[in-house]
C-alpha cells in the first residue's frame, strides 16, 4: 500500500492549523523519529459532545479493537495499537494528534454507494472512449459542501446501523435529497445487486493520528435489463452535498480523498474505460 497522501495535507481542512511535515520514510510509526512533535487539535464542535461524537480521553476510555457499546472500534485494517489511551492510526503518522474534525476516537466508518450505469447516445447505444476503445461508466457524484470537491455520495454508520442501510440512507440523503421529501418518499431501494469493491482505510483529508476514516465502497450498477429504474434517477443534491450530477468515469477526473482508488475497482470490474 501507498503511503497515505491526503492525511498528510499542510493544511488542516476547516482551519488554520497546520500539520506537522511527515515525508514519506517517516510515515511509519516503526521509524524512530523524537523530532515528530504534532500539534493535537479537535474542532470545538466535537468538544462540545455532540451525540454522535467520544468524549475527550481521560474521563473517557472506550474498549478499543471491539464493538464497544454499540460502536464498531474495529478497523478492517486489523488491530490497531493504542499508546497512552489514545488509538493510533494504523496507515501511521499524520502531523496531527486529537480528532480533528472526526466524531471517534480510532475508526470512523462510513459506506460508500456506488451508483453507476452505461453512457449511451441518444439512440441508447453504449458509448465507447475513444482511446481505450472500452465502454464507458458514469456513476452518481456530488459535490460536498465542506470542501467544494466531487465525491461518492458516502456517509457516516450510525451505532448498530446495518452497512446494507447505512448505504441507501446516505444516497437518497446526498443525492436525492430525501430528508426534503415526505416520510413515504422518503426510501429508495437500490434494487441492483450490490458489488463491494473495497473495505478499508480511506486517506481522508480530515485524518489525524488518532482517529481516521474507513469504508465499506459498493457498487450499485444498472445493467439495462435488469432495471431502468437508476438510470432515471431523480437526482437532486441534499444534505452535506452542494449539486449532484452523473460523470464519466476516467482516471483523469479528481476525486475527494481517495475515491478514485474505488472507481477504478469497478471499471476494472464492469471491463469499462478508466
Ligand atoms: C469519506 O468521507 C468516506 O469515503 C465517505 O465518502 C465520507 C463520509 O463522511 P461524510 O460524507 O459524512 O463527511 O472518508
Ligand atoms: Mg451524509
Ligand atoms: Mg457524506
Avoid at 53 to 71: E, L, Q
Avoid at 210 to 239: C, K, R
Amino acid at each position: 500500500t501507498h503511503p497515505h497522501v491526503k492525511s498528510r495535507c499542510p493544511q488542516y481542512p476547516g482551519s488554520n492549523i497546520k500539520r506537522f511535515p511527515v515525508p514519506d520514510d517517516k510515515v511509519n510509526w516503526a521509524q524512530q523519529w523524537p523530532q515528530y512533535d504534532p500539534v493535537s487539535y479537535t474542532t470545538p464542535l466535537i468538544l462540545n459532545k455532540p451525540a454522535w461524537a467520544d468524549p475527550d480521553i481521560g474521563a473517557f476510555s472506550p474498549k478499543f479493537n471491539t464493538v464497544d457499546n454499540g460502536v464498531d472500534r474495529t478497523s478492517f485494517e486489523g488491530s490497531y495499537q493504542v499508546e497512552n489511551g489514545k488509538p493510533l492510526n494504523p496507515r501511521g503518522r499524520t502531523g496531527l494528534a486529537g480528532r480533528g474534525l472526526l466524531g471517534r476516537w480510532g475508526p470512523n466508518h462510513a459506506a460508500d454507494p456506488i451508483v453507476t450505469r452505461w453512457k449511451v447516445d441518444a439512440k441508447g447505444a453504449k458509448m465507447h472512449h475513444s482511446v481505450s476503445a472500452r465502454p464507458l461508466l458514469q456513476f452518481v457524484s456530488i459535490k460536498r459542501k465542506d470542501c467544494g470537491e466531487w465525491a461518492i455520495p458516502g456517509g457516516m454508520v450510525d451505532p448498530g446501523e446495518q452497512v446494507s442501510l447505512t448505504l441507501q440512507r446516505e444516497f437518497s440523503e446526498e443525492a436525492l435529497n430525501s430528508l426534503s421529501a415526505s416520510p413515504e418518499d422518503r426510501a429508495f431501494p437500490l434494487v441492483i445487486f450490490p458489488l463491494q469493491v473495497y473495505k478499508g482505510y480511506v486517506d481522508d483529508p480530515r485524518n489525524t493520528d488518532n482517529a481516521w476514516m474507513e469504508t465499506v465502497a459498493v457498487n450499485f450498477h444498472d445493467d439495462q435489463g435488469i432495471s431502468n429504474s437508476v438510470s432515471e434517477l431523480p437526482l437532486q443534491a441534499g444534505d452535506d452535498a452542494g449539486q449532484v450530477q452523473w460523470v464519466d468515469i476516467d482516471s483523469s477526473f479528481p476525486l475527494y480523498a481517495n475515491h478514485s482508488n474505488f472507481l477504478e475497482l469497478v471499471a476494472k470490474e464492469r471491463k469499462a474505460h478508466w
